[in-house]
C-alpha cells in the first residue's frame, strides 16, 4: 500500500529506487554504426527540414523525477532521429517551460550512435561525467554534495534511455564514454554514473545496458503520490508545487501561493495514510483522473476511511498538478 511507511526524504527513497535496475556486465550484441563517424552537431533544429512531435525528458526544478516535453524535432536529411534527440537533450529544455532544467553538460558532445537489433550504443563526451548541479546551500556536508552528484548523474543518464525507447524501437541502451578523444566509447563504471558511491563494492563494476524506467517519471501516479506524501508529511508548500493554477474546464483558479500554504497551516489537514490505485489520461493527453484510497483524521478526532476518490491532474507547463478542485474534494471528505 503506498504511502503505508513514508521515508524520510525523497532523495534516499530515489537511491534505493535506482538500486534495483540492471546494470552489471551482460552480453552485449556487436553494434552496427547508424552515423558517420564525425560528431553530430549539438543544434537539433536545422533550418529547412521537416519537423516531428517527440517526447523528451528533462529534470523537475527540486525534485528526484524527469518530466516529459513535446518538441518539434528537425532531422537532417540521411540523419537519425536518434542522434537528433539526445542533441536535443543536451541542448537544454524551451525557454518558456521554467520548471524544467537541464540534466546533462552542456558540453558534451556526441561522438557516435550505434545500434544492433533492438540496443541502441550512444557514445558520448567525458564531460557527461561532470553533473550539472543546481544551486544549493553552501553549508551542504561533502555526503550530501556526493549524493546530488549521484542524483544528477543518475536523472542525466535516464533521461536519455528514457528519451530514445520512448520510440519503441529499442529496448535497452548502452551508455559509452570516449574518456581519451579518441573516437572510441568504453563503458562506465557504476560509481561514474551515480549508481553507487566511491568506495562501494559495485563502484567499479562496469555499466550495462539499462532499459527503460517509468518509475523515475513524473506521470500522474507519481505526482499523486508525491502529493498526498507532502499531504502526510504537512509540507505545505511541496503540496502548492503539485496543485493547478488554473482549471479552464471550470474557469477557476486557485489562490496565490502565500494564501494556499496560509490556508493550509491554519486547517491543518491530517491525512493519515494513502493509496494511488488507477490512472485513466484523457485523450488529448492534458488531464487525468486517479484513484486513491485515503485514511484521514477530522476534526474531532475520528478515523475517516475514505475509498475510490476520483481525483483530476492537468498538465500545466508540462507538470502534472492537481486541481485545486480535486484538492478541496480530497480534504472535505475529513470534515
Not at 527540486?62 to 537528433?84: N, P, W
Not at 513524473?218 to 496543485?243: I, Q, Y
Not at 487525468?288 to 475520528?302: H, P, S, Y
Request: proline residues 5%; contains cysteine; aromatic residues 6%.
Amino acid at each position: 500500500m503506498i504511502g503505508k511507511k513514508i521515508m524520510a526524504a525523497a532523495l534516499a527513497a530515489f537511491l534505493a529506487l535506482l538500486a534495483g535496475c540492471s546494470v552489471g556486465p551482460g552480453n552485449i550484441p556487436d553494434p552496427v554504426p547508424t552515423m558517420q563517424d564525425e560528431d553530430m552537431p549539438l543544434s537539433p533544429d536545422a533550418p529547412g527540414e521537416t519537423q516531428q512531435q517527440y517526447t523528451l525528458y528533462f529534470g523537475l526544478s527540486d525534485e528526484a523525477y524527469l518530466t516529459s516535453e513535446a518538441r518539434l524535432i528537425a532531422v537532417s536529411q540521411g540523419g537519425r532521429v536518434e542522434d537528433a534527440l539526445v542533441a536535443a537533450l543536451i541542448k537544454g529544455p524551451a525557454v518558456s517551460t521554467n520548471a524544467l532544467i537541464s540534466v546533462i553538460n552542456p558540453n558534451t558532445r556526441i561522438i557516435r550512435v550505434e545500434e544492433s537489433r533492438d540496443y541502441l550504443y550512444i557514445t558520448l563526451s567525458r564531460e557527461f561525467l561532470e553533473p550539472v548541479l543546481p544551486v544549493t546551500d553552501e553549508t551542504l556536508t561533502a555526503q550530501r554534495q556526493q549524493e546530488l552528484q549521484m542524483r544528477m548523474m543518475q536523472l542525466a543518464t535516464y533521461s536519455i534511455v528514457n528519451t530514445v525507447t520512448e520510440l519503441g524501437r529499442y529496448s535497452r541502451v548502452q551508455i559509452l564514454i570516449d574518456y581519451d578523444n579518441s573516437g572510441e566509447g568504453t563503458r562506465p563504471t557504476q560509481s561514474m554514473l551515480g549508481f553507487a558511491a566511491p568506495g562501494d563494492p559495485e563502484a567499479d563494476t562496469l555499466v550495462s545496458t539499462l532499459s527503460r524506467m517509468d518509475s523515475l517519471i513524473l506521470n500522474p501516479l507519481n505526482t499523486m503520490d508525491t502529493l498526498l506524501k507532502a499531504l502526510v508529511e504537512k509540507n505545505w508548500e511541496r503540496v502548492e508545487k503539485f496543485c493547478a493554477q488554473y482549471d479552464a474546464q471550470t474557469d477557476a483558479a486557485r489562490p496565490d501561493k502565500d494564501n494556499f500554504v496560509t490556508q493550509l497551516t491554519l486547517s491543518n489537514p491530517q491525512v493519515l495514510s494513502y493509496k494511488v490505485n488507477s490512472e485513466h489520461v484523457s485523450v488529448d493527453g492534458q488531464s487525468a483522473t486517479v484513484m486513491v484510497d485515503v485514511q484521514l483524521r477530522n476534526k474531532a478526532g475520528a478515523t475517516v476511511d475514505s475509498t475510490a476518490i476520483p481525483l483530476r491532474l492537468l498538465r500545466e507547463d508540462g507538470i502534472w498538478k492537481l486541481s485545486y478542485a480535486s484538492l478541496e474534494l480530497l480534504l472535505n471528505n475529513a470534515e
